[in-house]
């Protein structure tokens, strides 16, 4: 391709060189530099590739993106003056956005060639990212998905390192979703994407809103909850229809600079303002073959759900997902069916149910997912609550105290066990949960291993029990030592239920 025709969408200036030029690729990182790509330089918090210009032109690359005049990286490189003379230098106020927008030019504007969805929030967003994928995949439809899990094509999943990946990531997963005839994109769109500008260029055909609450405030992610808002806000911004929670208490600041056409939902509450979508009459259901919520859906829509995942919260987010669904035109009856027997892995995943317990695996690895978990698992009235939790190593102690003290108050029996140890002894770490625990003066018992202890939680099931199995979800590692070693929540839960031989087992999978 030629240069010229990469830069339709770019705001730059041209330092030197020719636009005329041949390009095969855009790289961000030094190490892939090789000839006929486009290097796009940009100042991190931790490392500005500016100063690996030397290196680029070394290694053959020709074409520079810059943030800042480069005269001295230029005259390290020790080119020869004819080959000096055949850099072309582009200047951009924000490098990042121009990776962007250059990644989506060179596979050729994929996203476009689907229907795209964007689902952001502070939680909820690989829930119903999920729920809407079971959705169009009960209907028929090819999708591709990209989030926390990683990304998915066709069924297979390639691991990535960030919800949002960078923006060359991302372009190229569309392609290859494209490619292989996905008909929709479905993604998680992280505060940090945006801010980071890697979504930058895309226009979603709709956007999803969950909610919003302080998180990822710190040095390296958000300087305040003013800053986080904002840049999740910016989705409704990139979308053509945009769909929000309109229970959550930012809703206001949300939308005030919203510019696509806004449709809301909410479970509904007397005396509240009405929403486009609404669900009400929502039943807690626990069964030896069932255990998830029944509500009913007006508004816009009308239909009654059966969702088997447990929740209110989780109501919340089939909501959003049938909304968009709805919009697509997808039939009602593909819809309920998908939602009943929807698993979403690591998620309030209900991994076996029948008359001798019910066992779930769940990603909560602080005290606000657990006191939220529990406080709604409390709601299904289980004959005991029990918990099988540890914590990570090397991390904050205040994280043990605290889902220590969670546990202690509000499951019946706590089961402490190890987690990501890492280089800590697992002794330790179970030592400080235990402290918070006494505390509350509840029931525990303390098992290091923790294959050892989710065995232990079922073989010693009381007929009505729920058993929460948290902390590492979706993880099928677990780290000790520096290493990490295959483990799957899962898969151990499966392994005893199997050897019960439990004939009474529900495969949800098998609806």
Same mark, same amino acid.
């Given at each position: 391709? +030629?240069?010229? @025709?990469?830069?339709?969408?770019?705001?730059?200036?041209?330092?030197?060189?020719?636009?005329?030029?041949?390009?095969?690729?855009?790289?961000?990182?030094?190490?892939?530099?090789?000839?006929?790509?486009?290097?796009?330089?940009?100042?991190?918090?931790?490392?500005?590739?500016?100063?690996?210009?030397?290196?680029?032109?070394?290694?053959?690359?020709?074409?520079?993106?810059?943030?800042?005049?480069?005269?001295?990286?230029?005259?390290?490189?020790?080119?020869?003056?004819?080959?000096?003379?055949?850099?072309?230098?582009?200047?951009?106020?924000?490098?990042?956005?121009?990776?962007?927008?250059?990644?989506?030019?060179?596979?050729?504007?994929?996203?476009?060639?689907?229907?795209?969805?964007?689902?952001?929030? @502070?939680?909820?967003?690989?829930?119903? @990212? !999920?729920?809407?994928?079971?959705?169009?995949?009960?209907?028929?439809?090819?999708?591709?998905?990209?989030?926390?899990?990683?990304?998915?094509?066709?069924? &297979?999943?390639?691991?990535?390192?960030?919800?949002?990946?960078?923006?060359?990531?991302?372009?190229?997963?569309?392609?290859?979703?494209?490619?292989?005839?996905?008909?929709?994109?479905?993604?998680?769109?992280?505060? &940090?994407?945006?801010?980071?500008?890697?979504?930058?260029?895309?226009?979603?055909?709709?956007?999803?809103?969950?909610?919003?609450?302080?998180?990822?405030?710190?040095?390296?992610?958000?300087?305040?909850?003013?800053?986080?808002?904002?840049?999740?806000?910016?989705?409704?911004?990139?979308?053509?229809?945009?769909?929000?929670?309109?229970?959550?208490?930012?809703?206001?600041? +949300?939308?005030?600079?919203?510019?696509?056409?806004?449709?809301?939902?909410?479970?509904?509450?007397?005396?509240?303002?009405?929403?486009?979508?609404?669900?009400?009459?929502?039943?807690?259901?626990?069964?030896?073959?069932?255990?998830?919520?029944?509500?009913?859906?007006?508004?816009?829509?009308?239909?009654?759900?059966?969702?088997?995942?447990?929740?209110?919260?989780?109501?919340?987010?089939?909501?959003?997902?049938?909304?968009?669904?709805?919009?697509?035109?997808?039939?009602?009856?593909?819809?309920?069916h998908a939602l009943?027997?929807?698993?979403?892995?690591?998620?309030?995943?209900?991994?076996? @149910?029948?008359?001798?317990?019910?066992?779930?695996?769940?990603?909560?690895?602080?005290?606000?997912?657990?006191?939220?978990?529990?406080?709604?698992?409390?709601?299904?009235?289980p004959r005991r609550?029990?918990?099988?939790?540890?914590?990570?190593?090397?991390?904050?102690?205040?994280?043990?105290?605290?889902?220590?003290?969670?546990?202690?108050?509000?499951?019946?029996?706590? +089961?402490?066990?190890?987690?990501?140890?890492?280089?800590?002894?697992?002794?330790? +770490?179970?030592?400080?949960?235990?402290?918070?625990?006494?505390?509350?003066?509840?029931?525990?018992?303390?098992?290091?291993?923790?294959?050892?202890?989710?065995?232990?939680?079922?073989?010693?099931?009381?007929?009505?029990?729920?058993?929460?199995?948290?902390?590492?979800?979706?993880?099928?590692? &677990?780290?000790?030592?520096?290493?990490? !070693?295959?483990?799957?929540?899962?898969?151990?839960?499966?392994e005893t239920i199997?050897?019960?031989?439990?004939?009474? &087992?529900?495969?949800?999978?098998?609806?």
């Amino acid at each position: 391709m +030629i240069l010229r @025709t990469w830069l339709n969408e770019l705001d730059y200036e041209l330092v030197r060189g020719s636009l005329d030029v041949e390009v095969t690729e855009v790289v961000y990182d030094s190490r892939k530099a090789v000839p006929g790509a486009v290097f796009v330089c940009m100042a991190g918090t931790r490392v500005d590739s500016h100063r690996f210009v030397p290196d680029v032109l070394r290694a053959g690359v020709r074409v520079l993106v810059t943030e800042r005049d480069i005269e001295e990286e230029l005259a390290a490189s020790g080119l020869a003056e004819d080959e000096m003379g055949r850099v072309t230098i582009l200047k951009t106020a924000e490098a990042r956005r121009s990776l962007a927008l250059l990644s989506a030019a060179r596979f050729g504007y994929p996203a476009s060639k689907m229907i795209t969805i964007g689902v952001t929030g @502070t939680k909820g967003k690989t829930t119903t @990212t !999920h729920m809407i994928k079971a959705i169009l995949e009960a209907a028929g439809k090819k999708v591709g998905m990209i989030g926390t899990t990683g990304t998915v094509i066709n069924g &297979q999943v390639t691991p990535t390192m960030n919800t949002t990946p960078e923006s060359y990531e991302l372009h190229q997963s569309f392609a290859k979703m494209a490619e292989a005839g996905c008909q929709y994109m479905i993604m998680e769109v992280s505060s &940090q994407g945006i801010k980071m500008h890697r979504v930058d260029g895309l226009a979603f055909d709709y956007g999803i809103f969950t909610n919003i609450s302080p998180d990822h405030i710190g040095p390296d992610e958000h300087a305040d909850f003013a800053e986080y808002l904002c840049c999740k806000s910016r989705l409704l911004s990139m979308c053509r229809i945009g769909l929000v929670n309109l229970n959550d208490g930012h809703f206001k600041e +949300i939308v005030k600079d919203a510019s696509c056409r806004l449709y809301t939902y909410r479970v509904k509450e007397d005396g509240e303002t009405k929403a486009d979508f609404e669900a009400s009459n929502v039943r807690y259901v626990s069964r030896p073959d069932f255990v998830g919520t029944e509500f009913d859906v007006t508004g816009n829509l009308d239909m009654d759900v059966r969702l088997g995942i447990p929740g209110l919260f989780n109501v919340d987010n089939a909501l959003a997902a049938l909304c968009v669904c709805s919009f697509l035109g997808l039939p009602k009856d593909r819809i309920v069916h998908a939602l009943e027997h929807i698993r979403v892995n690591g998620r309030m995943e209900i991994v076996h @149910t029948s008359s001798r317990c019910t066992v779930l695996v769940d990603y909560a690895h602080n005290a606000v997912s657990m006191e939220s978990l529990l406080t709604t698992l409390r709601q299904y009235h289980p004959r005991r609550l029990v918990v099988v939790f540890g914590c990570g190593g090397n991390r904050s102690k205040d994280r043990r105290y605290s889902m220590g003290e969670i546990g202690g108050r509000l499951a019946d029996l706590s +089961i402490i066990t190890a987690d990501n140890s890492r280089y800590e002894k697992v002794e330790d +770490i179970m030592a400080d949960i235990r402290g918070s625990i006494e505390k509350t003066g509840g029931d525990f018992v303390e098992i290091p291993d923790r294959r050892d202890a989710i065995r232990s939680s079922i073989l010693h099931a009381q007929p009505g029990d729920m058993i929460a199995v948290i902390g590492k979800g979706h993880e099928d590692y &677990q780290e000790i030592n520096g290493v990490r !070693h295959h483990f799957l929540d899962r898969e151990v839960i499966e392994e005893t239920i199997k050897e019960l031989g439990d004939e009474t &087992q529900y495969d949800r999978n098998n609806g």
